[in-house]
């Protein structure tokens, strides 16, 4: 027979897994947007980083030619061309690892659901709250309250490299990002810079 406590107990645990299941279907859904939009994101900027990617690649080319039409200073045309053409391969490799990433669309949800499972990353955040919060006065209290940052900092480089190993989700990390920017400007400034000695190059061969 069941009593009213055991009625209210199941109606409490009714209330509480259909709360889970919800924010469970909310999560998946929100998981799948990001992958959406990362996918638009990627197919937007695919084209401008291909253009950026191959504009160091004509003078790097050219002052290739003019190093092996000259025999005196071949390496250093042909190390300059290397030098010119570094930025423009590197934005290319990364413009592939970023499409590569969003295709399929279902595959970088999962790592996103993936990435994103962090319950226990959570609770190991509180209990390092916790130490910071309980510690108490002196040198004692001052070495509980260490222990607790230092946990919190351990949860961020654990985060971190969860994020970093997982392969469609590591290029759309901030620090991955910002690091693309900058090589793309790297590659804009190579190519002036190519150009610029491949007309001096054009000048020393002439020369000779």
Avoid: N
């Avoid at 406590?5 to 469970?24: K, Y």
């Avoid at 919060?133 to 971190?160: N, S």
Wanted: a positive charge; glycine letters at 8%; charged letters at 20%.
């Amino acid at each position: 027979m069941t009593t009213p406590e055991e009625s209210r107990f199941e109606r409490w645990r009714r209330t509480a897994e259909a709360a889970a299941a919800s924010a469970g279907e909310t999560r998946a859904r929100v998981i799948r947007d990001l992958a959406a939009a990362l996918a638009v994101l990627v197919r937007r900027v695919k084209v401008p980083l291909l253009a950026v990617g191959l504009l160091p690649l004509p003078p790097a080319l050219v002052l290739l030619v003019e190093g092996f039409a000259e025999d005196i200073g071949r390496r250093y045309f042909i190390g300059a061309a290397a030098i010119v053409a570094a930025p423009g391969l590197w934005v290319l490799w990364r413009r592939r690892r970023l499409v590569r990433a969003v295709d399929p669309v279902d595959e970088l949800a999962a790592e996103l659901a993936q990435a994103y499972d962090v319950a226990g990353a959570w609770a190991r955040a509180g209990d390092a709250l916790h130490q910071v919060r309980a510690a108490g006065p002196g040198l004692r209290g001052a070495g509980r309250a260490a222990r607790g940052v230092w946990a919190g900092m351990q949860l961020t480089k654990d985060l971190f490299d969860r994020f970093s190993d997982l392969p469609r989700v590591a290029p759309f990390l901030p620090v991955s990002l910002q690091f693309t920017g900058y090589l793309c400007l790297a590659s804009v400034v190579a190519a002036a810079v190519g150009v610029v000695l491949a007309v001096a190059g054009f000048g020393v061969v002439l020369l000779a």
